[in-house]
């Protein structure tokens, strides 16, 4: 079983940047996708990479201001994310899936991490 692991969370003012990690050994043969869950809301798609790189898909409301990429030497995809809004405000997961790249908050994928806390709060 994969086991994937978030980073990179932590408190940041409004406007500001962080850089969110996923990392698993293998992870440069799955498709990646990052959700966040706001306390008392459901789940909901952030951004997904395809495995190659060459695909993204980003939510309406973070498009622009958060960019998904991937290192596949280091076997991590990653999640910059600038002009942070208090709404913003959520735990972050990454999920994996060697089949289908994940954009479905519900969705089965092969494998989900933990979660980091991202706070906006001035």
């Known amino acids: 079983q994969m086991r994937l692991v978030e980073s990179g969370g932590g408190l940041v003012q409004p406007g500001g940047s962080l850089r969110l990690s996923c990392t698993a050994s293998?992870?440069?043969?799955?498709?990646v996708g990052w959700f966040r869950q706001a306390p008392g809301k459901e789940r909901e798609g952030v951004a997904s990479?395809?495995?190659?790189?060459?695909?993204?898909f980003y939510a309406s409301s973070v498009k622009d201001r958060f960019t998904i990429s991937r290192d596949s030497v280091l076997s991590a995809v990653y999640l910059h994310m600038s002009g942070l809004r208090p709404d913003d405000t959520a735990v972050y997961f990454c999920a994996a899936d060697p089949h289908s790249v994940p954009t479905q908050p519900t969705g089965e994928y092969f494998s989900w991490g933990r979660g980091t806390q991202v706070t906006v709060a001035s």
């Open positions: 293998g992870l440069r043969w799955y498709h």
């Open positions: 990479v395809n495995m190659g790189g060459s695909s993204t």
